[in-house]
């Protein structure tokens, strides 16, 4: 406790007179290699640090703590502000390694932990990748020091949330909206319901948080997304073209639109609103897939081809528009054909059970019974719970009389 006293009162000298700081002169000698004194020296680096001049403050700190014999309080501000530095310049494992020295000497920073965890936390992205375990490592022991900031709750909470603590994560973020919500902290919380299957509570959530920001183009998205999955489409309608007025050139809100349209059999709107998806990204490959699926549903077979064919054009891979084209050929009884666009999914993806199930459902068309049940059992081997490939292989074994 003490110590940590100490530090504030020192940290409390330097904010408010950092240059007149001087500690007695037998603690702050000059070396063959400068005249400065080590007292001099530090208010440089301090001046430098206040200046953000992060590398020239580094270069400073660092000859202080070199070439420098210190007391124990000037040994501990150029430990602090050099691990702070580095933190400042992005040099992780350099900010790490002054805070190890820090606390070898009986020294701690709540401020400190909290940069370093911010590190790992890779918020600007400037490394290729966040390291939330070892921003929780930091963050924790900031909140342990007694941190206990809105915005480094929302960091702390955030790296349990990524950690897969959600109990903890939602205990935090509860604690925040109390004393200084923002929209980002009411998303968390919905998205933390959502994954508790508490919807009823994650759009409450998710209408505070526009409440709040009403231009944050991720909650609209996400609550027409949660009404879609209630099979509330009227409600998600709403949302999408809510969205839409804050900003008429988001593609998903079309996207959404034309779902929750197709889903209340509105297929004249729905094409309306994915036309209007695809006219603002053309290489929208599900936007194409959707408009397939409205023209297969009017029996405007070439046209859903047409379409199929264009998802297919900007994603190579899409299963499913394989298995729209092969239903198509299936409807028109181009049995072949369908067998050949089934093939093509099955080659995409072999380990998905539906591609296996229709494949084998067209060789049953086209009575090739044995290489029906191949593919039906195969179909069954992947996912044995996917109850129209068993049914269908007991019809096939019926007609190919195996018990």
């Known amino acids: 406790m ?23 002169d037998n603690n702050s000698i000059s070396t063959s290699q400068t005249e400065l004194t080590a007292s ?8 430098e640090y206040n200046k ?16 420098y014999q210190l007391d124990e309080g000037l040994e501990f501000s150029a430990l602090y502000y050099a691990s702070m530095t580095a933190a400042k310049n992005l040099k992780t494992q350099k900010a790490i390694s002054r805070l190890e020295m820090l606390e070898e000497r009986g020294y701690q920073s709540a401020d400190l932990n909290w940069r370093i965890g911010e590190l790992f936390l890779n918020k600007n992205n400037q490394f290729d990748s966040a390291d939330f375990a070892s921003a929780l490592k930091y963050l924790k022991k900031a909140a342990e020091l007694g941190k206990d900031t809105p915005a480094f709750k929302r960091d702390l909470a955030g790296s349990y949330l990524e950690t897969g603590k959600t109990d903890t994560a939602k205990q935090i973020y509860q604690e925040i909206i109390k ?16 994954k508790e299957n508490k919807n009823k509570k994650a759009v409450e959530y998710y209408e505070k948080a526009i409440e709040l920001d009403s231009e944050q183009q991720s909650v609209y998205l996400n609550l027409g997304n949660l009404y879609q999955r209630l099979d509330n489409y ?33 297929y004249a709107a729905a094409q309306k609103a994915l036309e209007k998806a695809i006219e603002i990204n053309h290489n929208s490959y599900y936007g194409y897939f959707l408009l397939g699926n409205i023209a297969k549903q009017a029996k405007n077979y070439n046209q859903a081809l047409n379409y199929y064919d264009k998802s297919l054009q900007y994603n190579p891979d899409y299963v499913e528009a394989y298995l729209a084209e092969g239903q198509v ?6 049995y072949y054909q369908a067998i050949s666009k089934f093939s093509l999914a099955v080659d995409k993806n072999p380990e998905y059970a539906e591609s296996r199930y229709y494949l084998g459902l067209a060789y049953y068309r086209a009575e090739m019974m044995e290489a029906s049940r191949s593919e039906l059992r195969k179909a069954l081997h992947i996912d044995d719970t996917y109850q129209p490939a068993r049914k269908l292989l007991d019809k096939v074994e019926n007609i190919l009389n195996i018990k």
């Not at 100490?6 to 001087?22: A, D, E, K, R």
């Not at 001099?40 to 001046?47: G, I, K, N, P, T």
């Not at 949302?239 to 197709?262: D, H, M």
């Open 2 to 24: 003490f110590k940590k006293m100490t530090i504030l009162f020192i940290l409390s000298l330097l904010i408010f007179n950092p240059v007149s700081y001087v500690l007695a």
């Open 40 to 47: 001099d020296l530090f208010s440089e680096a301090l001046a």
């Open 52 to 67: 953000q001049n992060f590398t020239a403050a580094s270069v400073k700190f660092d000859q202080l703590l070199a070439d």
């Open 179 to 194: 004393a200084d919500s923002t929209a980002a902290d009411y998303v968390y919380l919905a998205k933390i319901m959502e």
């Open 234 to 266: 009227a409600a998600a309608i709403s949302i999408y073209k809510k969205g839409i007025e804050n900003k008429n050139n988001f593609t998903p809100y079309y996207i959404g639109l034309g779902e929750s349209y197709f889903a209340l059999e509105e």
């Open 329 to 334: 050929q299936l409807e028109k009884e181009a």
